[in-house]
Protein backbone atom coordinates (compact mmCIF):
# COMPACT_ATOMS: atom_id res chain seq x y z
CA UNK A 1 0.00 0.00 0.00
CA UNK A 2 1.18 3.57 -0.63
CA UNK A 3 2.57 5.20 2.67
CA UNK A 4 2.25 8.78 3.40
CA UNK A 5 3.89 11.47 1.98
CA UNK A 6 4.34 9.82 -1.18
CA UNK A 7 3.16 10.82 -4.40
CA UNK A 8 0.60 9.43 -6.36
CA UNK A 9 -0.56 10.18 -9.74
CA UNK A 10 -0.68 13.99 -8.67
CA UNK A 11 -1.74 13.82 -5.43
CA UNK A 12 0.83 13.69 -2.30
CA UNK A 13 -0.50 11.27 0.53
CA UNK A 14 -0.88 12.41 3.90
CA UNK A 15 -1.71 10.90 6.96
CA UNK A 16 -3.92 7.55 7.17
CA UNK A 17 -7.93 8.89 8.02
CA UNK A 18 -9.52 5.83 8.15
CA UNK A 19 -10.07 2.83 6.74
CA UNK A 20 -11.39 -1.14 6.78
CA UNK A 21 -10.64 -4.48 5.63
CA UNK A 22 -10.93 -3.58 1.89
CA UNK A 23 -9.56 -0.02 2.01
CA UNK A 24 -7.52 2.59 3.37
CA UNK A 25 -8.03 6.85 3.07
CA UNK A 26 -5.41 9.24 2.89
CA UNK A 27 -5.74 12.87 3.66
CA UNK A 28 -3.96 14.29 0.58
CA UNK A 29 -3.13 17.41 -1.53
CA UNK A 30 -3.54 17.82 -4.97
CA UNK A 31 -0.29 20.36 -5.52
CA UNK A 32 -1.59 21.37 -9.12
CA UNK A 33 -4.82 23.31 -7.43
CA UNK A 34 -3.85 23.74 -4.44
CA UNK A 35 -6.24 21.85 -2.52
CA UNK A 36 -6.96 19.33 0.20
CA UNK A 37 -8.70 16.22 -0.80
CA UNK A 38 -9.44 12.19 0.15
CA UNK A 39 -7.69 9.55 -1.38
CA UNK A 40 -9.72 5.99 -0.97
CA UNK A 41 -7.96 3.07 -1.86
CA UNK A 42 -9.57 0.01 -2.67
CA UNK A 43 -6.89 -3.40 -2.18
CA UNK A 44 -6.68 -6.13 -1.39
CA UNK A 45 -9.22 -9.57 -2.93
CA UNK A 46 -11.92 -7.18 -3.28
CA UNK A 47 -10.24 -4.47 -5.70
CA UNK A 48 -8.95 -7.59 -8.02
CA UNK A 49 -11.99 -9.65 -7.89
CA UNK A 50 -13.45 -9.77 -11.44
CA UNK A 51 -16.90 -8.46 -10.80
CA UNK A 52 -16.03 -5.54 -9.08
CA UNK A 53 -12.83 -5.03 -11.68
CA UNK A 54 -16.08 -4.81 -14.34
CA UNK A 55 -18.62 -2.96 -12.32
CA UNK A 56 -15.74 -0.15 -11.03
CA UNK A 57 -15.62 2.68 -13.45
CA UNK A 58 -19.13 2.30 -14.37
CA UNK A 59 -19.94 2.80 -10.67
CA UNK A 60 -17.48 5.55 -10.43
CA UNK A 61 -18.87 7.71 -12.76
CA UNK A 62 -22.47 7.56 -12.00
CA UNK A 63 -21.01 8.35 -8.45
CA UNK A 64 -19.10 11.27 -10.05
CA UNK A 65 -22.21 12.77 -11.52
CA UNK A 66 -24.52 13.18 -8.27
CA UNK A 67 -24.02 16.74 -8.48
CA UNK A 68 -25.95 17.51 -4.69
CA UNK A 69 -24.81 19.92 -2.09
CA UNK A 70 -24.85 17.20 0.50
CA UNK A 71 -22.99 14.32 -1.08
CA UNK A 72 -19.45 14.09 -1.10
CA UNK A 73 -18.11 15.19 -4.29
CA UNK A 74 -15.93 12.40 -6.24
CA UNK A 75 -12.94 14.16 -8.57
CA UNK A 76 -11.22 11.72 -9.88
CA UNK A 77 -10.49 7.80 -10.11
CA UNK A 78 -8.41 5.53 -11.49
CA UNK A 79 -7.57 1.52 -11.22
CA UNK A 80 -3.83 -0.45 -11.36
CA UNK A 81 -3.02 -3.98 -11.73
CA UNK A 82 -3.67 -4.45 -7.80
CA UNK A 83 -5.77 -1.55 -6.49
CA UNK A 84 -8.18 0.95 -7.61
CA UNK A 85 -8.13 4.53 -6.38
CA UNK A 86 -11.34 7.15 -6.07
CA UNK A 87 -10.78 10.83 -4.83
CA UNK A 88 -13.15 12.90 -3.13
CA UNK A 89 -13.65 16.91 -1.46
CA UNK A 90 -11.98 16.98 1.88
CA UNK A 91 -14.38 17.29 4.72
CA UNK A 92 -13.04 19.03 7.73
CA UNK A 93 -14.94 18.04 10.43
CA UNK A 94 -15.00 14.13 10.92
CA UNK A 95 -18.05 12.10 10.84
CA UNK A 96 -21.27 11.32 13.05
CA UNK A 97 -19.67 8.28 14.95
CA UNK A 98 -17.10 10.54 16.11
CA UNK A 99 -19.55 13.58 16.54
CA UNK A 100 -21.59 11.51 18.63
CA UNK A 101 -18.92 9.47 20.77
CA UNK A 102 -18.26 13.22 21.63
CA UNK A 103 -21.84 14.70 22.67
CA UNK A 104 -25.42 13.91 22.26
CA UNK A 105 -27.09 15.85 19.91
CA UNK A 106 -29.77 17.91 20.17
CA UNK A 107 -33.50 17.80 18.48
CA UNK A 108 -32.53 20.41 15.90
CA UNK A 109 -29.37 18.86 15.29
CA UNK A 110 -30.91 15.16 14.69
CA UNK A 111 -33.89 17.05 12.51
CA UNK A 112 -30.81 19.43 10.36
CA UNK A 113 -28.92 15.67 9.71
CA UNK A 114 -31.71 13.87 8.92
CA UNK A 115 -33.27 17.16 6.63
CA UNK A 116 -29.75 16.71 4.43
CA UNK A 117 -28.87 12.98 4.38
CA UNK A 118 -32.52 12.39 3.61
CA UNK A 119 -32.70 15.29 0.56
CA UNK A 120 -29.30 13.65 -0.69
CA UNK A 121 -30.69 9.48 -0.86
CA UNK A 122 -33.51 11.06 -2.35
CA UNK A 123 -31.89 12.57 -5.07
CA UNK A 124 -29.41 9.71 -5.55
CA UNK A 125 -33.05 7.53 -5.77
CA UNK A 126 -34.46 9.69 -7.90
CA UNK A 127 -31.15 9.00 -10.35
CA UNK A 128 -31.57 5.47 -10.05
CA UNK A 129 -28.38 5.07 -7.81
CA UNK A 130 -28.98 3.18 -4.09
CA UNK A 131 -26.13 3.80 -1.28
CA UNK A 132 -26.41 0.73 0.28
CA UNK A 133 -24.33 1.03 3.34
CA UNK A 134 -25.69 4.12 5.42
CA UNK A 135 -24.15 4.23 8.09
CA UNK A 136 -22.83 6.83 11.14
CA UNK A 137 -19.40 6.78 9.73
CA UNK A 138 -20.54 7.52 6.25
CA UNK A 139 -21.94 10.52 7.42
CA UNK A 140 -19.52 13.07 7.34
CA UNK A 141 -19.98 16.64 9.43
CA UNK A 142 -18.48 20.39 8.30
CA UNK A 143 -17.63 22.99 11.10
CA UNK A 144 -21.27 24.39 10.47
CA UNK A 145 -22.58 21.07 11.72
CA UNK A 146 -24.12 20.56 7.98
CA UNK A 147 -24.20 16.47 7.40
CA UNK A 148 -22.71 15.16 4.06
CA UNK A 149 -22.91 11.68 2.78
CA UNK A 150 -20.09 9.38 1.56
CA UNK A 151 -18.69 6.26 0.51
CA UNK A 152 -21.12 5.24 -2.54
CA UNK A 153 -18.31 2.32 -2.73
CA UNK A 154 -21.02 -0.61 -2.83
CA UNK A 155 -23.85 1.49 -4.55
CA UNK A 156 -25.59 0.32 -7.55
CA UNK A 157 -28.23 1.16 -9.95
CA UNK A 158 -31.71 0.45 -8.99
CA UNK A 159 -32.28 -1.18 -12.38
CA UNK A 160 -28.77 -2.90 -12.78
CA UNK A 161 -28.20 -5.86 -10.28
CA UNK A 162 -26.65 -6.64 -6.84
CA UNK A 163 -23.61 -7.57 -5.34
CA UNK A 164 -24.56 -10.78 -2.49
CA UNK A 165 -24.64 -10.26 1.05
CA UNK A 166 -20.75 -11.21 1.94
CA UNK A 167 -19.73 -7.56 0.26
CA UNK A 168 -21.88 -6.00 2.87
CA UNK A 169 -21.33 -4.62 6.34
CA UNK A 170 -23.90 -6.93 8.55
CA UNK A 171 -24.44 -4.00 11.28
CA UNK A 172 -27.62 -2.61 12.53
CA UNK A 173 -28.50 -0.48 9.83
CA UNK A 174 -28.07 -3.09 7.35
CA UNK A 175 -32.04 -3.80 5.71
CA UNK A 176 -32.75 -7.09 5.97
CA UNK A 177 -33.08 -7.76 2.48
CA UNK A 178 -29.89 -6.07 1.47
CA UNK A 179 -28.90 -9.93 2.70
CA UNK A 180 -30.82 -11.46 -0.09
CA UNK A 181 -29.07 -9.42 -2.56
CA UNK A 182 -32.74 -7.31 -2.84
CA UNK A 183 -31.71 -3.45 -3.35
CA UNK A 184 -34.08 -0.45 -3.63
CA UNK A 185 -34.68 2.64 -1.97
CA UNK A 186 -36.52 1.12 0.76
CA UNK A 187 -32.67 -0.08 1.74
CA UNK A 188 -32.08 3.29 2.83
CA UNK A 189 -34.98 4.67 3.95
CA UNK A 190 -34.34 1.21 6.71
CA UNK A 191 -30.39 2.84 7.02
CA UNK A 192 -32.04 6.03 7.51
CA UNK A 193 -33.99 4.71 10.48
CA UNK A 194 -31.44 3.73 12.20
CA UNK A 195 -29.32 6.73 11.84
CA UNK A 196 -32.54 8.50 13.54
CA UNK A 197 -32.31 5.83 15.93
CA UNK A 198 -29.13 6.63 17.06
CA UNK A 199 -28.95 10.14 16.91
CA UNK A 200 -32.33 10.18 19.06
CA UNK A 201 -30.80 8.08 21.91
CA UNK A 202 -28.94 10.56 24.53
CA UNK A 203 -25.81 10.51 26.45
CA UNK A 204 -22.05 10.52 25.05
CA UNK A 205 -20.80 7.18 23.23
CA UNK A 206 -17.43 5.72 23.30
CA UNK A 207 -15.50 4.98 20.30
CA UNK A 208 -17.51 2.31 18.41
CA UNK A 209 -16.76 -1.09 20.07
CA UNK A 210 -19.29 -4.16 21.06
CA UNK A 211 -21.91 -3.44 18.93
CA UNK A 212 -22.79 -0.30 21.34
CA UNK A 213 -23.83 2.66 17.92
CA UNK A 214 -25.81 -0.25 16.67
CA UNK A 215 -29.79 0.34 17.76
CA UNK A 216 -32.13 -2.37 19.31
CA UNK A 217 -34.59 -3.99 17.94
CA UNK A 218 -38.49 -4.85 18.91
CA UNK A 219 -41.27 -6.45 17.39
CA UNK A 220 -41.45 -3.58 14.90
CA UNK A 221 -38.31 -2.37 14.26
CA UNK A 222 -35.28 -0.51 15.78
CA UNK A 223 -36.16 1.28 18.50
CA UNK A 224 -35.73 4.75 19.39
CA UNK A 225 -34.98 5.02 23.01
CA UNK A 226 -36.14 9.02 23.24
CA UNK A 227 -36.34 10.90 26.04
CA UNK A 228 -37.17 14.55 25.06
CA UNK A 229 -39.54 15.59 27.59
CA UNK A 230 -42.66 15.20 25.43
CA UNK A 231 -44.45 11.99 25.63
CA UNK A 232 -46.11 12.65 22.68
CA UNK A 233 -43.02 13.52 20.72
CA UNK A 234 -41.34 10.49 22.17
CA UNK A 235 -44.21 7.90 20.65
CA UNK A 236 -44.39 9.90 17.25
CA UNK A 237 -41.00 9.48 17.05
CA UNK A 238 -40.62 6.01 18.32
CA UNK A 239 -43.14 5.19 15.47
CA UNK A 240 -41.85 7.08 12.84
CA UNK A 241 -38.22 4.88 13.00
CA UNK A 242 -40.33 1.73 13.77
CA UNK A 243 -42.06 2.24 10.65
CA UNK A 244 -38.64 3.35 8.80
CA UNK A 245 -37.02 0.22 9.99
CA UNK A 246 -39.66 -2.41 9.75
CA UNK A 247 -38.99 -5.81 8.01
CA UNK A 248 -41.14 -5.54 5.23
CA UNK A 249 -39.69 -2.81 2.66
CA UNK A 250 -43.33 -1.81 2.09
CA UNK A 251 -44.15 -1.15 5.25
CA UNK A 252 -41.56 1.07 5.50
CA UNK A 253 -41.60 4.77 4.37
CA UNK A 254 -42.24 5.30 0.24
CA UNK A 255 -39.48 7.64 0.47
CA UNK A 256 -36.19 8.83 2.28
Known amino acids: PQSS ?12 IGGSAHSVVHRATQPSVDRQV ?4 IRGPRATDPDFVRRFPAQATTVARLAHPHIVPLYDYWRDAEQAYVVMRWIEGGNL ?13 VADVVAQVADALDFAHSRGVIHRNVKPSNVLLDGDGNAYLTDFGIATHAWGGGHNARSLDTDAFTAPELH ?8 DVFSLGGLVSLMLAQGPRPPSTSG ?4 TRDGRGLTAHVRTGDPQLDVALHGLVARATASDPSDRHPSA
Open 5 to 16: GRALRGYLLGPR
Open 38 to 41: AVKI
Open 97 to 109: TDALAEHPLTLAD
Open 180 to 187: RGDAGPAA
Open 212 to 215: QHEP
